[in-house]
Structures are given as C-alpha cells and as structure tokens.
C-alpha cells in the first residue's frame, strides 16, 4: 500500500483512481478549489486528514476514513460509493452520502441537511447528527445509540431497526415499512403517519397527533407523553403503560391504556376498542 503523509491537495481529482492508498495527515483545501479528490479510488484509507473542497469520495469501492473533518464546504462528500467505513469522524457538508451501499459509521459527528438519501444499507453507532430530510427513501438501516436533532427525518425508510436511540425530529418515519424502533426516545409533532408495519417497543413517545393513517401499527409497553389527537383512522394494537391526553378515531385493532382523558369518535368507520384498565396487554 502508498503512504501518502502530510501533504496539501487543492488540484482537481488530486488523487484520482487511487488504489491501495494509505493517507495520513493531509489537508484538501487551497486556492485551486479543486473537486473530486479521490474519484473513482480502490480501497483507500484516510486518517487524521482535513476536508474543504466539494466530492471527495464519489464512486468509490473499499473506503475507511478515522479521524477525520469534512467542513461544511466539502459539499456532497460520498455518492455512489460501496463498502465504506467511516469512524471518530466530523461531516458537516450538505448531502453527505448518497446513493451509497454498505456504509458503517461510528462515534462520528453529522451536521448535514438531506444527509443518507437512497442508501441500501447502512449501519451507524455512537454518533449525534443534526440535519433535515435525513435519510430519506433509504433502505436496511441498522442504528444503536444515535441522538439525532432534525425535521422530516426516515421518510420512506424500509426494513430498519433502531436500537436505544434519542429523536428529537418532526415528522419523523412518514410511509415507513417494516421498521423496528426499540427503547428509544422519539419526541415530535405527526409521528409516522401512513407507515406500515411498524412496531414500536418500550419506547416513549411525546408530542402531538402521532400515529395517524398507520397500517399494521404496534406498540409494545410505550409511554405517550404531551399525545393528543393520537391514532386517527390507523390499524393499531397497542399496549401503553402511562396516560394519555386523547385518542381520536382509530380504525381498527386495540389500544390498552391506563387512563385516557378524552376518546374522540366522530367518525362512523372508527371501529377501534380502547381498553382503559391498570394492567393489560394486548399485542
């Protein structure tokens, strides 16, 4: 494998087609403002190295960055890239990974709006991320430990679980299929509607109108805090463990609660039971 150690790369496509590169302590920023540092590379590995120009790592297969900073000018830094490890790292450019297979992060800070679109596998633990749109239309997604602060966050997501995780998102899980969330924390305004197959399992949940439209919903011993407006017109078994504001018209299924202050029907179709009791669980 090339070393390639403290060095400074401003070029376009600084280093092009690399193969069985070792990088150390380098800096990709200058007056050249050059893209692409290293488009199109095989197994590459970066460590302790700085990042401010745009695309970096487009099209890459076999890729490990530790120890790293993508500024917020190093705009869009992986698409189209396969088998990438990226570890103790900060990315904080706009549209960070995308188009991409096979992606594990870990311990990474991510400040990046619109940041994992159309990405078929990704695992991620241990990081804290901030950003809106976060990955979107994504697939097999595997997180443990993530604190995540953002708007419109997992739309369209499928097949995904997510372990001892705090959310504090808006809109968080719109049309999501088949995912698993467990012992997390998911706080924010319309949790999930239209999602299908979703199951959420000793979680606390908090903010208004969550799990609306949902089809194949399940709660297993969650709490619903500050949850008003809750279950409108979704398929849901659910077995709660604290009360809850209010439940309006759920279509169908059962919902065990051990007080709720206000049950809404105002709909015909609304042929949900909720079962006030201390004890009980239904799913």
């Not at 069985?20 to 007056?31: E, H, W, Y």
């Not at 695309?55 to 705009?75: I, N, S, V």
């Not at 997180?143 to 966050?153: H, N, P």
């Not at 239209?194 to 709660?219: A, D, M, R, S």
Request: proline share 3%; hydrophobic share 35%.
């Amino acid at each position: 494998m090339t070393v390639i150690e403290n060095k400074t790369f401003d070029e376009e496509r600084a280093l092009y087609a690399s193969q069985d590169v070792l990088v150390i302590n380098c800096s990709f920023d200058g007056p050249a403002d050059g893209e692409s540092a290293f488009k199109e590379s095989r197994n590459v590995a970066v460590e302790h190295s700085f990042f401010n120009l745009r695309y970096p790592f487009w099209h890459d297969e076999g890729l490990r960055l530790e120890h790293c900073e993508l500024t917020e000018l190093c705009r869009a830094a992986l698409w189209y890239t396969h088998d990438a490890e990226i570890v103790d790292s900060q990315l904080h450019g706009i549209k960070a990974v995308r188009e991409c297979g096979n992606i594990s992060l870990r311990n990474c800070d991510i400040v990046s709006p619109e940041f994992g679109w159309f990405v078929h596998g990704i695992s991620m633990s241990g990081c804290s991320v901030e950003g809106e749109y976060f990955m979107m239309r994504s697939d097999k997604l595997r997180f443990e430990g993530v604190r995540l602060k953002g708007k419109y966050s997992f739309q369209y997501i499928e097949d995904s679980v997510f372990e001892n995780c705090n959310f504090d998102t808006k809109d968080a899980f719109w049309h999501a299929k088949n995912v698993t969330v467990r012992n997390s924390t998911i706080k924010g305004e319309y949790l999930a509607w239209y999602c299908e197959n979703v199951t959420f399992e000793n979680c606390k949940i908090i903010g208004t109108q969550p799990l609306c439209y949902c089809k194949g919903l399940k709660l297993i011993n969650c709490q619903m805090i500050d949850t008003d407006l809750s279950f409108e017109k979704s398929e849901v078994e659910a077995s709660l463990t604290a009360p809850i504001l209010s439940i309006k018209n759920p279509l169908s299924g059962h919902i065990c609660v051990p007080a709720v202050e206000e049950i809404i029907r105002d709909d015909p179709q609304s042929a949900g039971e909720v079962l006030v009791c201390c004890q009980c669980c239904c799913v």
